[in-house]
């Protein structure tokens, strides 16, 4: 199964996908940690990328796609993966449509995780991460047992560079303008479910899980 989860970011697109990933046993496919990975791994593509990432705009699409397509021919996606985080415009969702339709499959499902705009700026601001497992947490919402440790490996967490006020502002202001076209797209092929994403955790995973199955 082929499955995009939309939504703005802070939406919870990735503390879903964690829980999707064990339940579903679905590979995680995130192009916001590809591009994390290489601008700390320094690597040419990340270089490029930099730029792009610390304004919160969006990387140029031939650099995103092509990372994108390197990525879903692992071996790991050859049966199904969640999209977290791509596709953000409507050049990149036809580029995924194809690579997909040349290996006769296609996206199964998508579900638009729904957060209304002071919540989300109230969830990017209280974020914070584990840079070894990727563990997601919330100042309030959902914190460390210990402050600024990760539960799971105990390592130091962090909070993204991007996730300033200023730069969040930018991210919401990009990725508002490219949504609908995204929705119309797979409304228009029948593939769209919205949830409610501004509700618990398990509530929100409850109607993913019915959404995926049904
Ligand atoms: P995205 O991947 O869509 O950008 P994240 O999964 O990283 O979003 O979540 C953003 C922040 O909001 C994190 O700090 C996370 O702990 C918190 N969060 C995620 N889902 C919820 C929720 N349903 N209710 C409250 N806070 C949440
Ligand atoms: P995210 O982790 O999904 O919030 O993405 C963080 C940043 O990575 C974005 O603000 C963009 O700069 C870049 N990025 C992630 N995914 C994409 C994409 N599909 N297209 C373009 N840029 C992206």
Known sequence: MFVVLLGLPGAGKGTQAARLKKDLGLAHVTTGDLFRQNIAAETELGRKAKPYYDAGELVPNDL??????????????????????????????VALDQALAAAGKQIDRVVYV??????????????????RCAAIYHDLSAPPAKAGVCDKC???????????????????????????????HYAGQDKLTTVDGGRDPEAVAADLRKALEG
Request: charged share 30%; proline share 5%; aromatic share 4%.
């Open 64 to 93: 995103t796609i092509g990372m994108l397509l390197e990525r879903i021919h692992q071996p790991d996606c050859a049966s199904g993966c969640m999209f977290d985080g791509y596709p953000r415009n409507m050049e990149q969702t």
């Open 114 to 131: 729904e957060v209304a705009e002071d919540e989300l700026v109230r969830r990017l601001s209280g974020r914070w991460l584990c840079p």
């Open 154 to 184: 105990g390592s130091e967490l962090t909070q993204r560079s991007d996730d300033k006020p200023d730069i969040v502002r930018n991210r919401l202001k990009v990725n508002i303008e490219n949504m609908q076209s995204l929705l119309d």
